[in-house]
């Protein structure tokens, strides 16, 4: 789990779950959000892949959204820890 959350992408992924399952535009593929392409790659071919296959998200790639996924209930309570730390935090773990 501390591995999945290391990444800056990967948590926000996860904490928007939090706030809205599902997450249309797979918050940011399909929309100009992030504006940088090498970050869309990294997401699209590194991270949800990566949040696929530990179970914490579902991947719609055709309709480009993003739901919790059947193992996203375990790592819950890291993402709302981090959730309600996060005034608390290093910049670089917000």
Request: charged share 35%; glycine share 6%; aromatic share 6%.
């Amino acid at each position: 789990m501390f591995a999945t959350l290391a990444d800056r992408e990967r948590r926000r992924v996860l904490l928007a779950l939090l706030e809205h399952n599902p997450q249309p535009e797979v918050i940011g593929v399909g929309s100009d959000d992030f504006g940088d392409d090498r970050r869309l790659l990294q997401l699209t071919h590194a991270h949800l892949p990566k949040l696929e296959a530990a179970g914490y998200i579902e991947w719609d790639r055709d309709a480009h959204e993003v739901v919790k996924g059947p193992s996203f209930d375990e790592i819950r309570p890291l993402l709302e820890l981090l959730d309600a730390s996060e005034a608390d935090l290093p910049d670089d773990l917000r």
